[in-house]
Nanobody, 126 residues
Framework: QVQLVESGGGSVQTGGSLRLSCVVS????????MGWFRQAPGKEREGVAA????????RYADSVKGRFTISEDNAKNTVYLQMNSLKPEDTAMYYC???????????????????WGQGTQVTVSS
């Protein structure tokens, strides 16, 4: 079992920055791959970024490349999502997700993950 707790969401203006945190507890095996997803009202859940804990190899959605950075602090069992140059279209509920393994290339698919946090809201105003 894995427990995930996100924090760091909030309201910012266009061009601003936020850093989301996801504290991971439970099975290290079951949280070998960590992902960040987002879901705006009326839209499907979208993969934003993913990382292999201890190995790196970050993956990013095209919509956030160059603006978002996923990282980890294993000493704190925490995965971060640094979000810069935020745009109104980044407004969504952001979720942290974890799983043990997946087909390479599927890291940004929500169906690849079994463990999810409760989400943290990000609102970007123009």
């Amino acid at each position: 079992q894995v427990q995930l707790v996100e924090s760091g969401g909030g309201s910012v203006q266009t061009g601003g920055s936020l850093r989301l945190s996801c504290v991971v507890s439970g099975s290290a095996y079951s949280s070998a791959v960590m992902g960040w997803f987002r879901q705006a009202p009326g839209k499907e859940r979208e993969g934003v970024a993913a990382i292999y804990r201890g190995y790196g190899g970050p993956r990013y959605a095209d919509s956030v490349k160059g603006r978002f950075t996923i990282s980890e602090d294993n000493a704190k069992n925490t995965v971060y999502l640094q979000m810069n140059s935020l745009k109104p279209e980044d407004t969504a509920m952001y979720y942290c997700a974890a799983d043990s393994a997946m087909v390479p290339g599927d890291e940004l698919l929500h169906a690849s993950y079994n463990y999810w946090g409760q989400g943290t809201q990000v609102t970007v105003s123009s």
